[in-house]
């Protein structure tokens, strides 16, 4: 039996599930996001704000377009904020957070065990390959090249940070269609988690076949679909009966945007951000339909102007305000704890 077996490896080291707490599956709490800029039309009358520094003076506008004005995006300048609210999210009852940043969009393991020290919050690194536009130097690397990478980051610490283990795979970012490169990130995080037994999370293309197609590819290279987690499915299927059929391919269901209360989404303008309280409906037709088990739910935080220092929601919303509201909507406090914290344990926990 494996040392890691029935553990969950965070940035200090192994701890027992029960030690989790309350557990937020999908954060980041630094990155670099500028290969995302969403350009504005030629012409257009703000185009000045694009340039300008995150401040109470244009956050009127980038609520509104978040992912067109640079600074916005350069969310790994605020490593101190980030700190603070990590230990308000402690002050609220939070126990860990999983830290979701992979190659293409430069993650900074020395601070994710930083803020584990200062704030004694127990942070959880993934390893493996965002989506292939923002990595164009690991294109050519073959599915066994990438199986190795994410391989040695688990079992003997990151290339950069030996001392630092990852402890779960992902995210793995895919668009849809797949790209060559992403293909081969799938198929590699199947063929590692057949051998190690670890947690793997994946972020699907903005359409409602990508999950499908993901955990399909994931299966068919050896994965365990009880270890595999879909993100972003509040701006990837929008009906419940899509839901419940995806559900039924076994991998637990991640609505990961929450805070986002912006219903025109830029990174596909044909698809309406649901509300908070749109999320809590589709999760509460998910249990309602037996899957609470297979339910997670987060925030994705990766621009400045959602962390509290710039009037955003930062990383305590689900607990001072989702958990109350969906408490107000029937959902008991038992399937509660399902979601936030046996669940993401569960995951979390090597097999």
């Known amino acids: 039996m494996s040392a890691l077996s029935g553990k969950i490896q965070t940035v200090l080291g192994l701890i027992e599930p029960c030690e989790a707490g309350m557990t937020l599956p999908h954060e980041h709490l630094s990155l670099d996001f500028g290969s995302s800029q969403v350009k504005l039309p030629l012409g257009d009358k703000f185009h ?8 109470q003076e244009n956050l009127w506008w980038i609520a509104q377009h ?54 004694g919050v127990n942070i959880v690194s993934g390893t493996g390959f965002y989506v292939e536009p923002f990595r164009k130097d690991t294109v050519d690397m ?24 990852s402890g779960i795979i992902g995210e793995i970012g895919c668009n849809f269609p797949l790209a060559d490169s992403e293909r081969k990130a799938v198929q590699a995080a199947g063929h590692v988690q057949k051998e190690l037994g670890c947690p793997v999370i994946f972020h699907p293309g903005r359409n409602p076949n990508s999950p499908g197609e993901i955990t399909r590819l994931y299966q068919e290279a050896g994965g365990d679909v009880d270890k595999l ?5 509040d701006r990837t299927i929008p009906t419940i009966p899509e839901l419940l059929e995806f559900a039924e391919l076994g991998g637990y269901c991640e609505f990961d945007l929450f805070g986002i209360e912006l219903s025109f989404y830029q990174m596909n303008e044909s698809y309406d951000m649901p509300s908070d309280m749109e999320r809590i409906r589709r999760i509460k037709g998910l249990l309602e339909a037996g899957f609470g088990d297979k339910v997670l739910i987060s925030h994705d935080v990766h621009t400045k102007h959602r962390l509290m220092k710039y009037g955003g929601h930062g990383f305590s919303h689900i607990l001072l305000n989702i958990i109350p509201r969906m408490l107000k909507r029937g959902i008991t406090q038992e399937a509660i704890d399902k979601i936030v914290k046996e669940n993401p344990q569960r995951w979390l926990t090597f097999k």
């Not at 000045?48 to 401040?55: I, Q, R």
């Not at 073959?142 to 290339?159: F, K, N, S, Y």
């Open 66 to 119: 978040p992912y067109s004005n640079i600074n916005n995006l350069k969310y790994l300048e605020e490593h101190d904020a980030v700190i603070e609210e990590i230990k308000f999210f402690k002050s609220n009852g939070g126990g860990t957070v999983v830290e979701n940043t992979t190659v293409g969009i430069k993650p900074d393991r020395r601070f994710y065990k930083e803020i584990a020290q200062r704030t």
């Open 142 to 165: 073959t599915a066994e090249m990438m199986a190795d990478v994410m391989m040695r980051d688990i079992l003997h610490g990151c290339q950069e940070t030996p001392d630092i283990k």
């Open 48 to 55: 000045d704000l694009v340039t300008t520094s995150v401040c």
């Open 229 to 233: 987690v879909m993100s972003h499915l």
